[in-house]
């Protein structure tokens, strides 16, 4: 597997990166959706939701748990924020390697409405 993703963690290509450990990486999104909008990534391979294996069931918590830190170190975890993890093309899915999408620093409304 080779995405844009992986070449950010390579540094091959730059990104504002504002979280790394041994499982995840996390920077800002090109596009930003939201005041706050940074994508956790986790280091292993898997290409999509659909992909995880049940071995790899901490993968999706390390980047849950990433994101909950990062909101509470930058002061909004109490204001709130939302996590999305969009899979496969009526998900959304643009990038196929897993990622968690973290949105934040404004009211971002009642999802589906
Ligand atoms: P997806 O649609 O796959 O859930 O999300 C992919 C996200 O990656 C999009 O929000 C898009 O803006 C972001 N993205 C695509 N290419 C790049 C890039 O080169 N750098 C960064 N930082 N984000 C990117």
């Given at each position: 597997m080779d995405t844009i993703f992986h070449k950010i963690i390579r540094r091959e290509i730059p990104a504002d990166i504002v979280f790394e450990d041994e499982h995840v990486i996390a920077f800002r999104d090109i596009a930003p959706q939201a005041p706050v909008h940074v994508l956790f990534?986790?280091?292993?391979?898997?290409?999509t939701l659909d992909d995880?294996?049940?071995?790899?069931?901490?993968?999706?918590?390390?980047?849950?748990?990433?994101?909950a830190a990062y909101a509470r170190?930058?002061?909004f975890a109490e204001d709130g924020y939302r996590i999305v993890m969009n899979c496969n093309g009526d998900g959304g899915q643009t990038v196929f390697q897993l990622h968690l999408h973290l949105l934040a620093g404004a009211p971002l409304g009642h999802f589906g409405t």
């Open positions: 990534v986790p280091k292993i391979d898997i290409a995880l294996q049940p071995s790899q069931s901490e993968v999706v918590g390390h980047l849950a748990l990433a994101a170190r930058e002061g």
